[in-house]
T-cell receptor, first 114, second 114 residues
Framework: AQSVTQPDIHITVSEGASLELRCNYS??????LFWYVQSPGQGLQLLLK??????LVQGIKGFEAEFKRSQSSFNLRKPSVHWSDAAEYFC????????????FGAGTRLAVHP | DTGVSQDPRHKITKRGQNVTFRCDPI?????LYWYRQTLGQGPEFLTY????????KSRLLSDRFSAERPKGSFSTLEIQRTEQGDSAMYLC????????????FGSGTQLSVL
């Protein structure tokens, strides 16, 4: 069955520190992978997506993610976290070439200490 | 504001009552999606429209749920005979027709069934 696992429910980092959020997926075909961010009272916003090609993907707000097929992982990274990055982060997998029927992970809530 | 809008933002109802939510997608988007998000979980796909045609429904969408998009613009999601288990955030998203085009999410309707 297709699934997405985000092993960390909560992560706390200090402002300026680096960040890595983990995502593992189970998918039979070539996965299309996404990271979304959800801030309180706001809709989910796409940070970045991977379809094919370069396995290191750059996104908005200084985020990047690396697709590792051998590890079935798509971890999200940021070299220096800002207080405004505090939010919930969701990894998702979708069908290739189709519409956006996405399977989301349970999310990782990020807290940033000053 | 040219984003996806949802109305109402919050709905409190008693068990057994019917509720209806509305979603207005980005005007040029012909694809519209409904997702449901419960506390501590990621969004789960409910249904998908391309223009006015409902092309897929999740098995999560019981017979008490019905969604429409009569003119290919706004959509409504109705829940009949609400149950406490229906309490969740109902998210609407839209996208253009390009394969795996980015989803734009609304802020959601938070339903509480007492």
């Amino acid at each position: 069955a297709q699934s997405v696992t985000q092993p960390d429910i909560h992560i706390t980092v200090s402002e300026g520190a680096s960040l890595e959020l983990r995502c593992n997926y189970s998918y039979g075909a070539t996965p299309y992978l996404f990271w979304y961010v959800q801030s309180p009272g706001q809709g989910l916003q796409l940070l970045l997506k991977y379809f094919s090609g370069d396995t290191l993907v750059q996104g908005i707000k200084g985020f990047e993610a690396e697709f590792k097929r051998s590890q079935s992982s798509f971890n999200l990274r940021k070299p220096s976290v800002h207080w405004s990055d505090a939010a919930e982060y969701f990894c998702a997998v979708g069908d290739s070439g189709g519409y956006n029927k996405l399977i989301f992970g349970a999310g990782t809530r990020l807290a940033v200490h000053p | 504001d040219t984003g996806v809008s949802q109305d109402p933002r919050h709905k409190i109802t008693k068990r057994g009552q019917n509720v209806t939510f509305r979603c207005d997608p980005i005007s040029e988007h012909n694809r519209l999606y409904w997702y449901r998000q419960t506390l501590g979980q990621g969004p789960e796909f409910l249904t998908y429209f391309q223009n006015e045609a409902q092309l897929e429904k999740s098995r999560l969408l019981s017979d008490r749920f019905s969604a429409e998009r009569p003119k290919g613009s706004f959509s409504t999601l109705e829940i009949q005979r609400t149950e406490q288990g229906d309490s969740a955030m109902y998210l609407c998203a839209s996208s253009s027709q390009a394969p795996n085009e980015k989803l734009f999410f609304g802020s959601g309707t938070q339903l509480s069934v007492l």
